[in-house]
């Protein structure tokens, strides 16, 4: 089934108990806000993060319901960086990571003049950067062994993507 309607919203307070109910493991709390988030997600710490002027955080709805989230982070005045990009579990294996993320780039290039998106991915993960990829975004450095979680290094893949006139 083809969605009629996707969305990006701002993310508001209404919408911080949907969130914390979807990051529902200490693994996908890690995954999805790396060391900004310790788990369990509390309200608390949405909005000590989201209170930042630097971010911009969203809720990506499909057929008005809740699908997703996403946010952008200002790096300087036309450098934003993509974090925190998740989609629900219900709406998993459906396409719409990518949908996603080309409402973000737009909302990017309109409402905050952004010439150049960034973004870090866990280098095991496949799927996401398969998605980032083919997006268009390029690969700019790969940390190797910077992060860990339960006794494993974790790579961290740096990629980038600049917003031309015609970026899709």
Known sequence: MVPNSLTLATFTEDDYDQLIG???SPELNYLW????????????????????????????????????????YQIAPRHYRICRVFIADDFRGQGLSKPML??????????????????AVFGHNQVARRCYESLGFQITAVEKGTRSYGGELWDLVRMEKWLTESYR
Request: hydrophobic share 40%.
């Open 33 to 72: 806000g790396g060391p900004s988030y310790k788990y369990p997600l509390t309200r608390r710490q949405i909005v000590r993060h989201c209170r930042q002027r630097e971010v911009f955080p969203f809720l990506f709805r499909v057929n008005e319901q809740r699908a997703g989230f996403v946010e952008l």
């Open 22 to 24: 979807w990051i529902d």
């Open 102 to 119: 080309l409402l973000l780039a737009d909302r990017a290039k309109t409402d905050f003049d952004c010439l150049l998106l960034s973004l």
